[in-house]
């Protein structure tokens, strides 16, 4: 198997190493915080007692806010990040595929990692579902390759999808709704997370990253794993630090949703909320 490669990213939880990069940028804006609060507890809700993996790039702060909330709960090692990039119609290729297992397996997805241990729910920020799509077709191969039990893996997946809020009525696209490989999976797998328009789009479309897209022509680049200092990076690290700390700030707003939520009757949740509210 080839060496897996990742691209670098900073631990904003314990940033130990950041020595003066930050002198001279300017303070973050968190005009969205409110709206990230409640997305990151219903994502959180949804999950069915399940480990957290975030998909790509776009729903990092998400991550970074409950990375900040859970600090010093059971939960602080649930929550992973799985840097990937395969929207859209991009189908992949026979030579790259043992790379992207490679790199896969080196975060804990692989056929194995999925039929054992907590059950998996991927996060990421859902506009027709092609990043799942072509996610949900490599680990059903590859599953199918292995010879792992999918009957038995497929109980354990779950894909939370955040998504642009909008009217509800019968007309409303969903984009589950319209992704056959669904169909593979109980309907307890995918879960929906709307968020307000503006919020996902800055999410999506906008938002400084801390880390390069992490496409196929990157999977085997060793320079992937070098941080960068350029201004915009700056800008996002200044960003993401802001939000892992409003996450410690924010875990009485965290709980209230949680509360309103129907997983509060679980065990799991209940016991979760007194270790956030200790």
């Not at 300017?26 to 994502?43: I, N, T």
């Not at 490599?138 to 039990?149: N, S």
């Not at 328009?197 to 906008?206: E, K, L, Q």
Request: aromatic share 8%; proline share 6%; hydrophobic share 40%.
């Amino acid at each position: 198997m080839p060496e897996p490669h990742r691209p670098f990213r900073w631990d904003l939880v314990r940033p130990d190493r950041l020595g003066t990069l930050l002198e001279d940028t300017p303070p973050p804006d968190l005009w969205y915080l409110d709206d990230l609060v409640e997305c990151a507890g219903l994502v959180l809700a949804r999950s069915g007692d399940s480990d957290l993996r975030f998909v790509g790039r776009s729903a990092d702060s998400v991550f970074d806010l409950l990375s900040g909330a859970l600090e010093h709960t059971s939960w602080r090692d649930r929550l992973h990040q799985v840097p990937l990039s395969v929207f859209g119609s991009y189908r992949i290729t026979d030579a790259e595929l043992p790379q992207l297992r490679a790199n896969l397996t080196a975060l804990g997805v692989s056929p194995h990692a999925l039929a054992t241990g907590r059950p998996t729910a991927f996060v990421d920020l859902v506009h027709e579902g092609s990043t799942y799509t072509n996610l949900h077709r490599v680990l059903r191969d590859w599953i199918e390759d292995e010879r792992v039990a999918w009957d038995v893996v497929r109980r354990r997946l779950r894909f939370i999808g955040i998504t642009r809020r909008r009217k509800t009525s019968p007309k409303t696209w969903r984009w589950h709704q319209h992704a056959e490989w669904t169909a593979d999976l109980p309907a307890s797998a995918i879960r929906n997370v709307s968020l307000d328009w503006g919020v996902w789009g800055w999410f999506g479309d906008r938002q400084p990253k801390l880390t390069r897209s992490f496409p196929s022509t990157r999977w085997a680049d060793e320079s992937v794993a070098r941080p960068r200092h350029d201004e915009r990076t700056r800008a996002a690290l200044a960003e993401a630090l802001a939000v892992v700390e409003a996450g410690r700030q924010r875990r009485k707003q965290l709980v209230a949703v949680l509360c309103e939520e129907p997983a509060i009757r679980e065990p799991w949740l209940r016991g979760l909320v007194n270790e956030l509210r200790a």
